[in-house]
């Protein structure tokens, strides 16, 4: 396992449509989150998953936003009627434990046209 | 919330100088992490301190965390060419919360 693995690494989609992205973490890594990050800003939290348990969300996450861990391997996160603020990096981390080291993935850029 | 604030936003250094970027929290950490983000890459963990006070080095790099726990600073001496990049803090509130909160980072440009 070569790290954690995000895909696509680009979409582009229109106003309106959805969309769905993908993260492999590291195997044995049980604890995965989502974050997104917009130019000259850092990585915001979006949401957590211990296992397939989602244990924690952003207040700021909007109910476009929706993320599933089947069976605490990869993890899904889609935005429902997307809004050209969506646009921005997607990043996925994994960890080992609670409040350790992250790793990220490549990310998934978004722009919405 | 909590936040998290970083200064300066900006460094330019000449190689061989000495670069420092401050972190503050508005609330009291149970740990803080930084990582480093290199020009369109993604972020990259260099270290997390947990103890008030606590001092940790890493070859030309040096970190300390604040005895209210509330602040952090990341030292680089000697800057070269391979420190450029942008260097974020990020910190748990603790409290059962899960959420890593980032400052803004500090973008740091070296000139040969």
């Known amino acids: 396992d070569t790290g954690v693995s995000q895909d696509p690494r680009h979409k582009i989609t229109k106003r309106g449509q959805n969309v769905t992205f993908r993260c492999d973490p590291i195997?044995?890594?049980?604890?995965l989150y989502w974050y997104r990050q917009t130019l000259g800003q850092g990585p915001e939290f979006l949401t957590y998953?211990?296992?397939?348990?989602?244990?924690?969300k952003s207040r700021l996450l909007s109910d476009r936003f929706s993320a599933e861990r089947p069976k605490g391997s990869f993890s899904t996160l889609e935005i429902q009627r997307t809004e050209q603020g969506d646009s921005a990096m997607y990043l996925c981390?994994?960890?080992?434990?609670?409040?350790?080291?992250?790793?990220f993935g490549q990310g998934t850029r978004l722009t919405v046209v | 919330g909590q936040q998290v604030m970083q200064i300066p936003q900006y460094q330019h250094v000449q190689e061989g100088e000495d670069f420092t970027t401050y972190c503050n929290s508005s609330?009291?950490?149970?740990?803080i992490q930084w990582y480093k983000q290199r020009p369109g890459g993604h972020p990259v963990f260099l270290i997390q301190?947990?103890?008030?006070?606590e001092v940790k080095k890493q070859k030309r790099l040096t970190f300390q965390f604040g005895e209210a726990k509330k602040n952090s600073s990341l030292h680089i001496t000697a800057t070269q060419t391979t420190d450029v990049g942008t260097y974020f803090c990020?910190?748990?509130?603790?409290?059962?919360?899960?959420?890593?909160?980032f400052g803004k980072g500090t973008k740091l440009s070296v000139i040969p």
């Open positions: 609330t009291t950490l149970s740990n």
């Open positions: 195997s044995e890594h049980n604890r």
């Open positions: 301190l947990v103890k008030s006070g």
């Open positions: 998953f211990q296992n397939e348990a989602q244990l924690e």
């Open positions: 990020a910190g748990y509130s603790g409290a059962g919360s899960y959420q890593l909160t």
């Open positions: 981390a994994s960890s080992l434990v609670d409040i350790s080291e992250a790793f």
